[in-house]
């Protein structure tokens, strides 16, 4: 049996790093992407759904790392535009992608490569390094989600922050807030 190899990111210091492993971590993220993105509270005054999908991308980058996480989101931003069904409200197409949300859609794959190299410089042991880590994904989604929101609408940037910004602030303070618990007191469990 081989030794697992210290590393920053949860998910690699629990589980055997092999090509079969990291397959496997990948499916399941993506998968938890579509599941978490039918979890919705629609608002009727914004074209952008409440969600629990930034909570399951952001935590999935802290605890897989940068790329890996990236592979997910891309492969579920591909699963979306190949047609099936997996975006928020069973939304599916590449009309679908390129919509209303489609900059939150690419700010998610950027945002898990940014998060996850943040989990390896800043700790994830730590409430304070994963609630900062969830501020930046969620600042780097929200930058790429209101600028297209703002284009696809035409509505201007101070619509598109009142629409699809302001309304979130709340719960993604409450979603990285139970993250930052969640995965310092994970570390905590293994490492007894």
């Known amino acids: 049996m081989t030794a697992l ?44 759904p409440l969600t629990m999908q930034t909570f399951a991308i ?11 996480s990236l592979i997910a989101q891309f492969a579920y931003v591909l699963i979306a535009a190949l047609g099936a069904p997996v975006l928020a409200g069973n939304r599916g197409g590449l ?7 489609g900059g939150y859609l690419v700010g998610f794959i950027v ?9 390896h410089r800043v700790s994830t042991k730590k409430f304070q390094g994963v609630f900062f880590s969830y501020f930046v994904g969620s600042f780097v989604i929200y930058t790429f989600g209101a600028t297209w929101l703002s284009l696809y609408t035409g509505k201007g940037i101070s619509f598109a922050i009142a629409n699809g910004v302001l309304p979130f602030l709340i719960g993604d303070f409450l979603k990285a807030s139970l993250a930052a618990t969640l995965l310092p007191t994970t570390w905590r469990l293994i490492n007894k």
């Open 111 to 119: 945002a898990s490569f940014v998060v996850g190299t943040l989990a």
């Open 95 to 101: 009309d679908a992608v390129l919509g209303a949300t």
């Open 58 to 68: 952001l935590l999935g980058a802290s605890t897989l790392g940068p790329i890996k």
């Open 5 to 48: 190899v210290t590393s920053p990111f949860i998910v690699d210091s629990v589980w055997q790093r092999t090509k079969s492993s990291a397959f496997i971590q990948i499916s399941a993220l993506t998968t938890l992407t579509i599941f978490s993105a039918q979890i919705i509270i629609p608002l009727p005054f914004t074209p952008v």
